[in-house]
């Protein structure tokens, strides 16, 4: 596994507030994802990076801004959080296996 | 639009018999497939996989079967167990467009003792 940590593990916060989500990986992959889960549409791509200061959007990108400072970091933001960002968000990387390791996801209620 | 589709929400199966989940594609340039496997509270874990170039992978109690004229896939759990019991999700990508997976919307499995 690669050692993929996210935090918080559960968030609730206020419609307009700033929130920042934390993946931490100790396996050293070059890429990174941030997903998040709903029902009825799955696992959508937000962002991604290929490294260190490199990202990219994916197909939900909008409300959201990541960064990575190091290879081990990955930041999800939501600068002001609404209502429909609730969600479970997931922390993906991928290393030499041609497929994705999970962390356990982060709980996003926003009230 | 959906690119990975899973059409069937839910699925129920006896302890002992076939479990067949499946998923369809619309993107002809994708060439390989995974299946996860997601227990409530956890995060997705790797299930199998399978390239373009093959028809059919197995590993264990798992096969997964690609129909690439029907752009189509399935999972097979024969036997199914009570532990199966989860969300699977199908996933597909492009070796041509980089790194992204699409995932399908999951099918709850659900394995009765």
């Known amino acids: 596994d690669a050692g993929i940590t996210q935090s918080p593990r559960h968030k609730v916060t206020e419609t307009g507030t700033p929130v920042t989500l934390r993946c931490h990986q100790t396996?050293?992959?070059?890429?990174m994802y941030w997903y998040r889960q709903d029902p009825g549409h799955g696992l959508r791509l937000i962002h991604y990076s290929y490294g260190v200061k490199d990202t990219d959007k994916g197909e939900v990108s909008d409300g959201y801004s990541v960064s990575r400072s190091k290879t081990e970091d990955f930041l999800l933001t939501l600068e002001s959080a609404t209502s429909s960002q609730t969600s479970v968000y997931f922390c993906a990387t991928r290393g030499v296996i041609y497929g994705y390791t999970f962390g356990s996801g982060t709980r996003l209620t926003v009230v | 639009d959906q690119q990975v589709k899973q059409n069937s929400p839910s699925l129920s199966v006896q302890e002992g018999r076939i479990s067949i989940l499946n998923c369809d594609y619309t993107n002809s340039m994708f060439d390989y497939f995974l299946w996860y496997k997601k227990y409530p509270a956890e995060g997705p874990t790797f299930l199998i996989s399978i390239s373009s170039i093959k028809d059919k992978n197995e590993d264990g109690r798992f096969t997964v079967f690609l129909n690439k004229s029907a752009k189509h896939l399935s999972l097979h759990i024969v036997p199914s167990q009570p532990g199966d019991s989860a969300v699977y999700f199908c996933a597909a990508s492009a070796s041509t467009s980089g790194n992204q997976f699409y995932f399908g919307t999951g099918t709850s499995l659900t394995v009765i003792p």
């Open positions: 396996e050293n992959h070059r890429y």
